[in-house]
């Protein structure tokens, strides 16, 4: 059996990932997925998450992923995200400023509205942060 798998991250404007992994782990619409190499074949919705993987050199790399589908088969994994982005790509002030814009809608709502939009732009701008958070480069003590 392999000891790696190709993955591959594709956005409707790019292809983010194209690597080699020896894990990967993927946000499933009803739990997060463990995949290794010679994984059974499935399909699966994605939900609002982090994608993980670690590269063919133990390399974590994280990206944060929101909505899409993935296809796992034996040798490869293939997403197709409607966002997704590395960690170091994520702005955070800007993603900070999309959750207080989402908590601020939130707070707002009337009764009886529905809230759905804004509780998914709250997720999706907390999970960018979180991502963001995980690729700092640790504390530097003097």
């Known amino acids: 059996m392999a000891s790696t798998i190709k993955i591959e991250v594709v956005t409707p404007e790019r ?17 997060y997925l463990g995949i290794l190499p010679g994984h059974a074949p499935l399909i ?7 994608l993980a993987y670690l ?24 997403v197709l995200a409607e966002v997704a982005e590395r960690a170091e790509d994520i702005d955070r002030e800007r993603a900070a400023s999309a ?9 707002s709502a009337g009764a009886g509205q529905d809230v759905s939009e804004q509780l998914q732009e709250l997720a999706r701008a907390a ?12 504390d530097v003590i003097p």
């Open 15 to 31: 292809r983010v990932v194209d690597d080699q992994a020896t894990a990967v782990t993927i946000p499933g619409a009803t739990g």
């Open 127 to 138: 999970n960018r942060l979180e991502v963001a958070r995980d690729n700092r480069p640790p």
């Open 99 to 107: 959750k207080a814009r989402a908590e601020e809608a939130l707070k």
């Open 55 to 78: 590269n063919a050199q133990g390399t974590e790399k994280r990206l944060a992923v929101a909505w899409g589908f993935a296809e796992v088969l034996p040798d490869k994994v293939t």
């Open 44 to 50: 699966t919705e994605m939900k609002v998450g982090q």
